[in-house]
């Protein structure tokens, strides 16, 4: 383990998932925030926006020339679709060596980024400083249908329902408490990107449904799956129990898990294993909180990877 203290910077700070990363390195031990980036909050004391950090650090409006000219060890990169491009390209010419970690879909289609979902792709990793961050949807769908990949019959069916958080905080239908009063939003039936993510890494066509609810954090995914061959109950549970072992941010629960339970909290759950009388298809629920174990949390567990420290570092214990 490395016992050196590294610079970070964070673009796109202003966001909720910003919000949350501040927080998990304002308790890390050997990482110094050097740079918080937010046009809207530009020239506004860090501290008054988040207690957890206590520094003098300011926001800053930085373009991409700007944000690698700081110089920073690492750079997690949280902000929407489409606007990566031109900070990796600065920062590639200017310090190549400088760890990226990008929240937005960018980069996850790209074979010359790490994909870095741990419990699943612990394996791939070899020192890659380009990181691509998966999607809070498409992390909960690959942590729900993983463990009976190999004995799928068919394309899982996922019905997925997130806190208007996912939404981000630009105004729009999708975060308008008022609109979700009482409510339930369907959107993208068809085509979502976390749809086209899980199935290319899994390798398997899946079908993704999403909605969005009136709570403001967690994700529900209700996860339908056909098997080639009967199985049990007990032998399903055994599956996800094995294949988790091990992993403290996973937690297989019998009862189906409840979002109210896991938000604010820094990993998953999944359990609520129901089979159908012919036993060949079983339904799987999964809840993580979107903006921790589906961005922060994660993108604080690769970057521990990347710098040399334990995985775990500065992320809040998930089970007693």
Not at 48 to 73: M, S, T
Not at 277 to 290: C, F, I, M, S, Y
Request: aromatic share 8%; with cysteine; charged share 20%.
């Amino acid at each position: 383990m490395s016992d050196k203290t590294f610079t970070l910077g964070i673009v796109g700070a202003r966001g909720h998932t910003g919000t949350e990363l501040i927080k998990l390195v304002a308790a890390h031990p050997q990482l110094q925030l050097l740079f918080v980036s937010s046009r809207e909050l530009d020239g506004q004391r860090v501290s008054e926006h988040n207690a957890a950090y206590q520094g003098d650090l300011r926001f800053e409006n930085l373009d991409a020339d700007a944000v690698a000219a700081k110089g920073a060890d690492a750079v997690i990169l949280a902000l929407p679709n489409g606007k990566a491009e031109a900070f990796v390209a600065a920062l590639d010419a200017s310090k190549p060596e400088t760890v990226i970690v990008d929240l937005s879909a960018d980069y996850r289609f790209d074979p010359g980024w790490y994909y870095g979902l741990p419990e699943l792709t612990r394996d791939r990793y070899a020192g890659q400083k380009r990181i691509s961050n998966p999607g809070c949807y498409a992390t909960a769908m690959q942590l729900a249908i993983t463990p009976l990949l190999e004995r799928l019959a068919g394309p899982p069916q996922c019905f997925g329902v997130s806190g208007y958080s996912g939404a981000g905080t630009t105004p729009s239908d999708k975060n308008n408490p008022e609109l979700l009063r009482d409510n339930l939003m369907p959107y993208a039936l068809t085509n979502h990107v976390h749809e086209r993510e899980v199935s290319a890494q899994l390798g398997v066509p899946v079908e993704f449904m999403p909605h969005v609810a009136p709570h403001f954090r967690g994700i529900t995914m209700t996860v339908n799956l056909w098997l080639q061959q009967p199985m049990k109950r007990e032998a399903i549970e055994q599956v996800y129990r094995q294949r988790y072992a091990g992993e403290p941010l996973i937690e297989v629960v019998d009862e189906a898990p409840w979002v109210s339970r896991i938000a604010g909290r820094h990993g998953a759950q999944i359990g609520g294993f129901t089979l159908a009388p012919d036993g060949k298809r079983v339904v799987v629920v999964a809840t993580l909180d979107n903006l921790l174990k589906g961005a922060a949390t994660q993108a604080m567990q690769n970057l521990n990877r990347a710098l040399g420290f334990d995985e775990l570092t500065a992320i809040p214990r998930f089970r007693d």
